[in-house]
């Protein structure tokens, strides 16, 4: 299995930026996706963008242009750059990873709120 800690998360005003980090142990080998959700209050969990082995990423077109996903070389790292952050960005955000073995592993989340 793979273990997963977020950091990063944090109140900011509109318009700001920050960085979530998240760190991967345990059987890195096996992952392939890394990504982040995230959840808001009274909604559901919903994709933010993920990365794939080959670099390919996807973001939920609400981020397009705004987030940057990216991950280390060794699969134990995957990193979401948030600039310009919108009140609608405050949720939950959780780092998932994908892979070999039916993995699907998820971290405990980091808190992200974004005032007017």
């Known amino acids: 299995q793979v273990q997963l800690v977020e950091s990063g998360g944090g109140l900011v005003q509109a318009g700001e930026s920050l960085r979530l980090s998240c760190v991967a142990s345990?059987?890195?080998?096996?992952?392939?996706?890394m990504g982040w959700h995230r959840q808001a209050p009274g909604k559901e969990r919903e994709l933010v963008a993920l990365?794939?082995?080959?670099?390919?990423?996807r973001y939920a077109a609400s981020v397009e242009g705004r987030f940057s996903i990216s991950r280390n070389n060794r699969n134990t790292a995957v990193y979401l750059q948030m600039n310009n952050l919108k009140p609608e960005d405050t949720a939950v955000y959780y780092c998932?990873?994908?892979?070999?073995?039916?993995?699907?592993?998820w971290g405990q989340g980091t808190q992200v709120t974004v005032s007017s």
């Open positions: 998932n990873v994908r892979g070999g073995w039916n993995l699907d592993s």
């Open positions: 990365i794939g082995g080959g670099g390919i990423t």
């Open positions: 345990g059987s890195t080998g096996m992952i392939n996706v």
